[in-house]
């Protein structure tokens, strides 16, 4: 196939012009991490803080708190400190780092015990007398699900949560439920707490500068809109695909599996984007208001378009690996899915008869998180009599794809006429932006942006309680229909494959395929 590469460098002093961001430098305040010794943490959370440090987006007076129930003391700094060099893309001779551990501390409390939480209000109240900090105060759930409950609550006996004064908001990492009615259940006893305008319910995926570009790429753009209908597009596909395993995680995932993991909240979200209409503006209100729209009119998905799978032993970038069974802490007679497909439709005069199909998996030949828009084929293919002499034996349908990660960009299939072919040859050619090319490598990892909107009140890019449970009762039915019959043939893929074949039939039946070429 040929293939044509946009390079689409930005001058320095392009990006001159730019405006800062020095109007979005929150107030003093602490951020308190709970479940701290966790690799999220130390891979993510402080790597991430440290490039808002470096791009002068923090408050000068500012401190991060470590809380979990092991006992560290400044072993955590250090521990950070490490993180933050090896996970961050740091020289570990910038300045900057020993000032920034300055700002880290650490508290050893029980999650689920309340006395605790005194004392960490004392320890809290201390440390913004020392720092000359105000009563900010973001508190992140970087725990197991289960203590999100007695964390919250704990918070409110001791008056940390609604302060007279200052902004106060609370991070809940995913899993936010594990169906609808555990989803309905946290969010009564969030809310008893927390005010919903003080809750950010956090998908990493939306701290993606691509997730974040496909509004500007939609809205921002005049030649994509008026075409972005049922009436120009075939389908759309978007994946989710991992070549890891459950790296050590086996009771987590044994509870979890492919579609609560990733379907139901990541790939909703990569949907929502792509199919939503305009805002009225980019305010957190209006854009969350247009998403819960477009998965109020999804139908409810039948049972038949939903398959999964789980992986057996295979080769994964050149490594023999073992299968889903055979991990560390997984039942040997699992039936959790490592793989999961659905077929769904939008009802609504922009999509109603598009389908949409959504996979996620483990052990897949690559690693890759993309949106792929097929356009329907011109009425009258006339150059497809003309075909059979040339290089090309069919005129491929334009594809728009949007590269998610690993490698981040934008691709424009289309067909152009071969050069010195008397019969009018056509072949597909690419237009690709990529980000790296024009922007340069970002050491960012995604947290950066919403952990500044988490401080800053800006809940534009986190899930409403709305949208969580309306996604939950889409599929929770998927998940209680898969618990009441164990799948009859599991391992039903091998690792480093494309999933199962009754994936591969789920779109068959309206003459697709999967879109395999990707990464």
């Not at 000359?132 to 197991?144: Q, S, V």
């Not at 799978?309 to 295979?314: D, M, R, V």
Request: proline share 6%; glycine share 8%; with cysteine.
């Amino acid at each position: 196939m040929a293939s044509a590469t946009v390079q689409m460098k930005i001058r320095p002093e392009d990006l001159k012009q730019v405006p800062k961001s020095g109007e979005r430098i929150p107030n003093p305040g602490i951020l308190v991490i709970f479940g701290a010794s966790g690799d999220l943490t130390k891979r993510k959370l402080l790597p991430a803080l440290f490039h808002l440090e470096q791009d002068g987006l923090l408050p000068k007076d500012f401190a991060i708190v470590g809380v979990a129930r092991r006992a560290l003391g400044d072993e955590f700094a250090a521990d950070m400190r490490e993180g933050i060099i090896e996970f961050g893309n740091v020289d570990k001779a910038d300045p900057r780092i020993e000032e920034f551990t300055k700002k880290i501390g650490y508290y050893a409390l029980s999650f689920d015990d309340a006395s605790h939480y005194a004392g960490l209000k004392q320890e809290l109240d201390k440390i913004a007398a020392e720092k000359n900090i105000g009563p900010d105060r973001l508190f992140y759930l970087a725990t197991a699900p289960e203590y999100f409950t007695p964390i919250i609550e704990n918070l409110g006996a001791q008056g940390m949560a609604q302060p007279e004064q200052g902004r106060v908001g609370v991070v809940i990492e995913k899993p936010f439920g594990h169906d609808l009615d555990s989803a309905r259940d946290l969010n009564h006893q969030v809310n008893a707490v927390f005010h919903e305008n003080q809750v950010f319910r956090i998908d990493h995926y939306l701290g993606k500068e691509t997730v974040q570009n496909i509004l500007v790429f939609r809205f921002g753009n005049g030649i994509f809109e008026p075409i972005w209908n049922r009436n120009y597009i075939d389908h759309v596909q978007i994946t989710a695909a991992e070549t890891l395993g459950v790296e050590g995680r086996g009771p987590f995932y044994e509870k979890a599996g492919a579609l609560r993991d990733v379907v139901q909240n990541h790939v909703m979200e990569l949907l929502s984007f792509v199919t939503m209409e305009p805002p009225s503006s980019f305010e957190a209100e209006a854009v969350r208001r247009e998403k819960v729209k477009v998965w109020r009119a999804i139908p409810s998905i039948n049972i038949k378009d939903a398959v999964r799978g789980q992986y057996g032993p295979g080769v994964v970038e050149g490594k023999k690996v073992v299968g889903y069974r055979d991990e560390e802490r997984v039942n040997p007679e699992s039936g959790t899915e490592t793989y999961a497909a659905v077929k769904l439709g939008i009802e609504n005069w922009r999509w109603a008869g598009v389908p949409f199909y959504l996979r996620a998996g483990k052990r897949m030949k690559k690693r890759a998180t993309e949106i792929s828009i097929q356009f329907r084929q011109p009425p009258l293919l006339i150059f497809n009599r003309m075909q059979s002499s040339g290089p090309c034996t069919d005129i491929q349908p334009n594809l728009l794809t949007i590269r998610i990660q690993p490698n981040e960009g934008i691709a424009l299939r289309f067909g152009a006429k071969v050069p010195n072919t008397p019969n009018m040859s056509v072949c597909p050619v690419n237009m690709d932006f990529d980000y790296a090319a024009a922007f340069g490598t970002s050491t960012a990892n995604g947290y950066e942006r919403l952990l500044l909107d988490a401080m800053l009140g800006d809940q534009t890019l986190f899930a409403h309680r709305d949208g969580v449970e309306v996604t939950w009762s889409l599929y929770t039915p998927i998940l209680e229909a898969w618990a009441a019959k164990n799948p009859e043939v599991f391992p039903n893929y091998f690792a480093g494959t494309w999933g199962p074949d009754c994936a591969d039939r789920l779109l068959e039946h309206e003459g697709h395929v999967w879109r395999n070429n990707i990464g």
